[in-house]
């Protein structure tokens, strides 16, 4: 209170002193209506009531959307460390909710005395005398004026008279907060809707959901944000994405819809809570403090073909709830949202399909031109070889043998491209050798002999492509080899991986690797050999195909 100046007592109350204290009240006025910013405006109609009626303390509550508690407090006279030391700030209890309950102004002499006062909690500083008020704006009431201990012993009528003409005024200049704080909310989330919305357009499919989430926490900073989408054909909901507390715990857990605000949201437009009790199982779309879960809003994501989840986000309990300018706000976005992930799908698929004619074209073209010709020059060296001396014989033979290698690799990469289905064992190797390439002048030879994809799946599927994977690195890594072959194939009831290098052979301490797929291939009943050598090495995974696989 040092600096400001003091109203006159009430016991002067000669024209001087109601001239003053009108005075006293213009300059509230003043003080009130010079601001635009939401959150100054309310502090400054708090501070602007306790020097109208020279009260030790003050406060304003905002009463919450559920119009039973306060969704803010804002306090003056109080040191911070007095405030942190009382702990959580009131909801709306006692004398504050009788307020709320019957928004009329409430004048005591003695707080203590009044019975509908509740008992302060410990470190609270004495309160006596107190002056509660309603603000209101259009009609609604906003919030409650609450002052306490006057500086004289005691509020006068006068004193309520004043704080009632303040709470007047107070209300128009809120409304005018209100609004400009709405408008910029709207621009800003306008903003980035159109930003994020072009992002998407522009991201991985895998990577959407992550990148919802990160752009909306940038705009709502505290809070957390989860998106939940559906687990096919279950009532469940998985956390696709999430930021803030706990994100890495959240991530991946999966939870009933019906538990859920987002399985609330899901069968709505949206939805907005405040605090409340926390429920038996946790949501992990909330925050929870103390028993409580802060207050949330979740809107779902969703087109007319499409459901993709919810979008939901949550404060701490004791935080401000979510306004329904917020709640529409993120509608809107969760809305562009879903439209430009379906675009982005819808987009991916055509490519995909371009993708899938081109490589199919290409693939004709191999098989009808580049193989015939191939297998064609072929049949005229075979032709000439009769004609020529047994040197010259052998090495037509070899080249002969080389055709039908670039024959056999050209069917396998007529295959990869022709087929559509990217899951395939065949495909799947293609892959490895793919993987294994990029470290070498010449990519490894790769080699299919056999019904593979008919007869190798599930498990042993799984096994045959690590095993693959695990030589060719030992191959590429260690044996400094000019040339690699790898060799799939199903020979009798056994499926075999071979794969071939020209280099150095194996050093003893290179085999651990190799003791693991020999281990492996012994719990499937078959066996891992190796012929290695200085001049190159073969190693040869061979186990029984599975039942299932086989057709036994």
Same mark, same amino acid.
């Given at each position: 209170?040092?600096?400001?100046?003091?109203?006159?007592?009430?016991?002067?109350?000669?024209?001087?002193?109601?001239?003053?204290?009108?005075?006293?009240?213009?300059?509230?006025?003043?003080?009130?209506?010079?601001?635009?910013? %939401?959150?100054?405006?309310?502090?400054?109609?708090?501070?602007?009531?306790?020097?109208?009626?020279?009260?030790?303390?003050?406060?304003?509550?905002?009463?919450?959307?559920?119009?039973?508690?306060?969704?803010?407090?804002?306090?003056?006279?109080?040191?911070?460390?007095?405030?942190?030391?009382?702990?959580?700030?009131?909801?709306?209890?006692?004398?504050?909710?009788?307020?709320?309950?019957?928004?009329?102004?409430?004048?005591?002499?003695?707080?203590?005395?009044?019975?509908?006062?509740?008992?302060?909690?410990?470190?609270?500083?004495?309160?006596?005398?107190?002056?509660?008020?309603?603000?209101?704006?259009?009609?609604?009431?906003?919030?409650?004026?609450?002052?306490?201990?006057?500086?004289?012993?005691?509020?006068?009528?006068?004193?309520?008279? %004043?704080?009632?003409?303040?709470?007047?005024?107070?209300?128009?200049?809120?409304?005018?907060?209100?609004?400009?704080?709405?408008?910029?909310?709207?621009?800003?989330?306008?903003?980035?809707?159109?930003?994020?919305?072009?992002?998407?357009?522009?991201?991985?499919?895998?990577?959407?959901?992550?990148?919802?989430?990160?752009?909306?926490?940038?705009?709502?900073?505290?809070?957390?944000?989860?998106?939940?989408?559906?687990?096919?054909?279950?009532?469940?909901?998985?956390?696709?994405?999430?930021?803030?507390?706990?994100?890495?715990?959240?991530?991946?857990?999966?939870?009933?819809?019906?538990?859920?605000?987002?399985?609330?949201?899901?069968?709505?437009?949206?939805?907005?809570?405040?605090?409340?009790?926390?429920?038996?199982?946790?949501?992990?779309?909330?925050?929870?403090?103390?028993?409580?879960?802060?207050?949330?809003?979740?809107?779902?994501?969703?087109?007319?073909?499409?459901?993709?989840?919810?979008?939901?986000?949550?404060?701490?309990?004791?935080?401000?709830?979510?306004?329904?300018?917020?709640?529409?706000?993120?509608?809107?976005?969760?809305?562009?949202?879903?439209?430009?992930?379906?675009?982005?799908?819808?987009?991916?698929?055509?490519?995909?399909?371009?993708?899938?004619?081109?490589?199919?074209?290409?693939?004709?073209?191999?098989?009808?031109?580049?193989?015939?010709?191939?297998?064609?020059?072929?049949?005229?060296?075979?032709?000439?070889?009769?004609?020529?001396?047994?040197?010259?014989?052998?090495?037509?033979?070899?080249?002969?043998?080389?055709?039908?290698?670039?024959?056999?690799?050209?069917?396998?990469?007529?295959?990869?491209?022709?087929?559509?289905?990217?899951?395939?064992?065949?495909?799947?190797?293609?892959?490895?050798?793919?993987?294994?390439?990029?470290?070498?002048?010449?990519?490894?030879?790769?080699?299919?002999?056999?019904?593979?994809?008919?007869?190798?799946?599930?498990?042993?599927?799984?096994?045959?492509?690590?095993?693959?994977?695990?030589?060719?690195?030992?191959?590429?890594?260690?044996?400094?080899?000019?040339?690699?072959?790898?060799?799939?194939?199903?020979?009798?009831?056994?499926?075999?991986?071979?794969?071939?290098?020209?280099?150095?052979?194996?050093?003893?301490?290179?085999?651990?690797?190799?003791?693991?797929?020999?281990?492996?291939?012994?719990?499937?009943?078959?066996?891992?050999?190796?012929?290695?050598?200085?001049?190159?090495?073969?190693?040869?995974?061979?186990?029984?195909?599975?039942?299932?696989?086989?057709?036994?």
């Amino acid at each position: 209170m040092s600096g400001r100046e003091r109203v006159p007592s009430a016991d002067a109350a000669g024209p001087a002193s109601s001239h003053h204290r009108l005075r006293g009240l213009l300059r509230a006025v003043d003080t009130v209506v010079g601001e635009i910013e %939401l959150p100054v405006v309310l502090r400054r109609v708090v501070e602007a009531a306790v020097d109208l009626v020279d009260a030790e303390y003050g406060a304003l509550g905002v009463i919450a959307a559920d119009r039973s508690s306060l969704d803010q407090f804002i306090h003056v006279g109080l040191a911070p460390a007095d405030a942190d030391a009382i702990g959580a700030l009131p909801r709306g209890r006692g004398i504050l909710g009788a307020l709320i309950a019957d928004p009329e102004p409430i004048r005591l002499d003695r707080l203590g005395a009044d019975p509908r006062a509740a008992g302060f909690p410990a470190h609270h500083p004495r309160m006596d005398s107190f002056l509660g008020a309603p603000i209101r704006v259009r009609g609604e009431v906003f919030g409650n004026l609450y002052l306490t201990n006057a500086r004289r012993g005691t509020f006068s009528a006068e004193d309520e008279e %004043l704080v009632r003409a303040l709470a007047s005024t107070a209300g128009f200049a809120i409304q005018n907060a209100r609004l400009f704080d709405e408008a910029r909310t709207r621009a800003r989330w306008t903003a980035a809707t159109a930003e994020l919305s072009a992002a998407i357009l522009s991201t991985a499919p895998d990577n959407v959901f992550d990148l919802l989430a990160g752009r909306v926490a940038d705009l709502v900073d505290g809070s957390a944000v989860s998106v939940l989408t559906p687990v096919n054909a279950t009532e469940t909901l998985r956390v696709a994405a999430s930021r803030g507390p706990g994100e890495e715990e959240l991530l991946g857990a999966t939870v009933a819809e019906a538990e859920t605000l987002a399985g609330t949201a899901l069968e709505g437009d949206g939805v907005r809570v405040g605090t409340a009790p926390s429920p038996g199982r946790r949501d992990p779309a909330l925050l929870e403090d103390a028993g409580e879960t802060g207050p949330a809003i979740a809107v779902a994501l969703r087109t007319r073909r499409r459901t993709w989840g919810a979008l939901c986000v949550a404060r701490v309990p004791g935080e401000r709830g979510f306004s329904t300018v917020e709640l529409e706000v993120l509608g809107d976005l969760a809305s562009q949202a879903s439209i430009a992930m379906e675009l982005s799908r819808a987009r991916a698929a055509q490519q995909k399909a371009i993708l899938s004619d081109e490589r199919a074209r290409i693939a004709r073209d191999l098989h009808d031109h580049v193989i015939q010709q191939i297998f064609g020059a072929g049949l005229t060296l075979q032709s000439l070889s009769a004609t020529v001396d047994e040197h010259d014989r052998n090495r037509v033979d070899g080249v002969i043998s080389q055709l039908d290698d670039a024959i056999a690799q050209i069917r396998t990469v007529v295959f990869a491209l022709s087929a559509r289905d990217g899951s395939s064992l065949r495909h799947r190797l293609i892959d490895v050798v793919a993987e294994a390439s990029g470290a070498l002048p010449r990519p490894p030879a790769l080699r299919f002999s056999g019904a593979v994809d008919h007869s190798v799946r599930d498990g042993l599927a799984d096994d045959v492509v690590g095993v693959a994977r695990e030589l060719l690195t030992n191959s590429v890594r260690h044996a400094g080899a000019d040339s690699i072959s790898l060799e799939v194939g199903i020979a009798g009831h056994d499926v075999s991986v071979v794969v071939t290098d020209d280099g150095g052979g194996i050093r003893d301490g290179r085999r651990s690797g190799l003791a693991n797929l020999a281990a492996r291939a012994i719990a499937r009943g078959g066996a891992l050999t190796l012929d290695t050598g200085t001049d190159g090495t073969r190693a040869q995974w061979r186990v029984p195909l599975d039942d299932g696989g086989s057709g036994r």
